[in-house]
């Protein structure tokens, strides 16, 4: 008569998170320090002209978004996403030593579509990994997890760019890459001592036993958080703008407003983690963008610098929502794939990027005040499409963020 034991899976400690948070605070410090100067930098060490910096801007992002979706569905076939972790981390810190010495632009265009563009899968699978390493513990708290992950980026960006401009005023540009190549450095030596943990774990239902259903409510889902983010970008590009134009404010109240934004996101995606952990994450997600278009009718109103600022409250509630929140939201699409769904999220943020940059050329002709009608109905249009998103779910009865999926998930 043989006895079977069951082994209980390890659990979950803050050693085992800390090293993720340590990617996460490194990552989000290389790109805190570098993104926000790209356009300066590009200008005045290059000498590049608005056709130039255009085609750089629109390129490089393209072909981080083709190479991540690539990575992101090769790493959930193999055991791959730790390699993926030191790979894109080579790639980011020798990208960016070649951003400190070189100053032709073609080689940079080069290096941005190669090196940096397989960098860009880093987050993503930082994410990927860190549900894939909660599950394996049997814990359903992956949500509280990944929102802590995401603050923890948030923190980098509320110090990388007054750190990067005391960077670029001491040592140059050079310093400030040699910054970003250090970065990279600490999350290569990092993810080379996380376990590979293999693939990802199965779902409680595939696409193809859900009669198909995942896909088109993937793609809903895709199409709502793009024009979320496209809202959203759009709204912060023209902040500063519409502020010192439009209601005669100071860079000094930019500054102020922003800053005021960011540290009301902190405190709010742990709480919403907390809240994803009991609560329908579908409904949260739900929640932040109907809070959004609030916010965008709101600034379409304001008169005030003031009353921009007292915006921030409704605008820290979206971005905590949408950004916190929503990386899980994805991973709960398609349990069995955190890499491609976690990509997926990360790309929208791309093509939100992307779709409001010409939407910016435009409010400048029409008046930085349009910026955010456009971005009310980007809002709106988001509403809509996370709604028809549940209503397809439903029908194929997958829910993403349900908590009968998470509990059925900690289970497997």
Excluded: H
Aim: aromatic share 6%; proline share 5%; glycine share 12%.
């Amino acid at each position: 008569m043989s006895v079977t034991t069951e082994v209980s899976p390890p659990p979950l400690t803050f050693r085992t998170l800390l090293p993720l948070a340590s990617v996460s605070i490194s990552v989000g410090l290389a790109a805190a320090v570098t993104l926000p100067f790209i356009g300066l930098f590009l200008t005045t060490q290059i000498g590049v002209g608005p056709v130039e910096l255009g085609a750089f801007l629109l390129i490089s992002p393209l072909a981080g978004l083709v190479v991540s979706a690539f990575l992101g569905r090769w790493s959930d076939r193999r055991a791959v996403r730790r390699n993926l972790l030191v790979g894109g981390a080579v790639a980011g810190m020798l990208g960016s030593l070649v951003f400190a010495v070189v100053r032709d632009y073609w080689v940079l265009l080069a290096v941005s579509v190669s090196l940096l563009a397989i960098a860009s899968c880093v987050l993503a699978q930082m994410f990927a990994y860190a549900r894939q390493a909660v599950e394996r513990t049997g814990s359903a708290r992956a949500p509280l997890v990944i929102s802590s992950l995401r603050t923890v980026i948030s923190l980098a960006w509320v110090g990388g760019p007054p750190l990067a401009a005391l960077l670029v005023s001491w040592t140059g540009y050079a310093g400030l890459y040699l910054a970003s190549a250090a970065c990279y450095a600490l999350v290569v030596l990092v993810a080379l001592r996380l376990p590979e943990l293999g693939g990802a774990s199965a779902p409680i239902k595939r696409a193809a036993e859900v009669g198909g259903v995942a896909r088109p409510q993937v793609v809903c889902a895709v199409l709502a958080f793009a024009a979320l983010q496209g809202g959203l970008s759009l709204g912060g590009s023209a902040l500063p703008l519409f502020v010192t134009t439009d209601l005669g404010g100071s860079e000094a109240d930019v500054g102020l407003i922003l800053g005021l934004c960011a540290a009301l996101e902190i405190p709010l995606m742990l709480w919403f983690g907390v809240l994803a952990v009991k609560l329908d994450q579908r409904r949260i997600v739900l929640l932040g963008a109907v809070v959004a278009v609030a916010y965008q009718a709101v600034m379409a109103a304001t008169l005030a610098t003031w009353q921009v600022a007292a915006a921030q409250a409704l605008n820290a509630v979206v971005v905590s929502a949408l950004m916190g929140v929503g990386i899980s939201y994805f991973q709960a699409l398609a349990p069995d794939r955190p890499g491609f769904t976690t990509t997926l999220y990360s790309n929208t943020m791309t093509v939100g990027g992307m779709l409001a940059g010409p939407l910016l050329g435009l409010a400048q002709t029409l008046g930085y005040r349009s910026a955010y009608l456009m971005s009310l109905g980007l809002a709106a249009l988001g509403v809509v499409l996370l709604v028809i998103t549940g209503i397809i779910g439903r029908r194929g009865n997958v829910v993403p963020g349900g908590l009968d999926q998470r509990e059925s998930g900690a289970r497997t």
